[in-house]
């Protein structure tokens, strides 16, 4: 009221008509984290210079998830969260965003940057924060079980992709894994496709 009486904008009212509205999914959802591995180990190499590194990183990642359909939550320190409405979108940003990754174009110094990938879905609750629930702490556990390179997955994202993955890309069972704090073993299955470490 008081901004009105004096025609004064408050700057939380500016930011808001600055960024675009952000309709998050709700219900059944995909997550798709990304970390950089061996980041630590970077940022003492590289100094300042890190600065650059991640922010290409973040750019690649976001153009592959906005590409394909999905919403950048958020992206802290050397990771990010996605989400996806379709399951199959999630994984085709994911292959996306690791074939970005192998176009080089990074700091002198940096041979390759690698990021590991992880693919969960579930019904977490939307609040006025971000995502709450089981599913997201799931998410993160799978991402982190990941090698820099790799796309891992849960069954509950291969059970809803399997008939529409394309004839090149292939999904191989690793086995089911305990992860702290969740209550059951996730059976976790690794994306292989053309131009992928698989290894």
């Known amino acids: 009221r008081a901004a009105k ?62 590409k394909a359909g999905g919403h950048v939550v958020s992206a802290r320190g050397d990771d990010t969260f996605a989400v996806f409405d379709r399951a199959p979108n999630a994984v085709k940003a994911a292959l996306a965003i690791q074939r970005a990754m192998q176009d080089g174009g990074w700091p002198d110094g940096v041979d390759d940057v690698r990021l590991r990938i992880g693919l969960h879905r579930g019904r977490p609750t939307l609040t006025d924060t971000g995502y709450v629930g089981i599913s997201v702490h799931a998410a993160a556990r799978i991402c982190f079980s990941a090698h820099g390179g790799q796309i891992v997955m849960s069954g509950a994202v291969r059970s809803t992709v399997l008939d529409e993955l394309p004839d090149e890309v292939g999904l191989r069972e690793l086995g089911g894994w305990r992860f702290r704090g969740l209550p059951e073993p996730v059976t976790i299955y690794q994306v292989e496709a053309d131009g992928l470490l698989d290894d």
Request: aromatic content about 4%.
């Open 5 to 66: 009486k004096h025609g004064i904008m408050p700057i939380g009212f500016i930011s808001a008509q600055l960024e675009p509205q952000r309709k998050l999914p709700k219900g059944n959802i995909t997550f798709l984290l990304t970390d950089i591995e061996g980041s630590t180990g970077l940022l003492s190499r590289l100094g300042d210079e890190y600065a650059v590194v991640l922010s290409e990183v973040r750019k690649r990642v976001r153009t592959a998830v906005r």
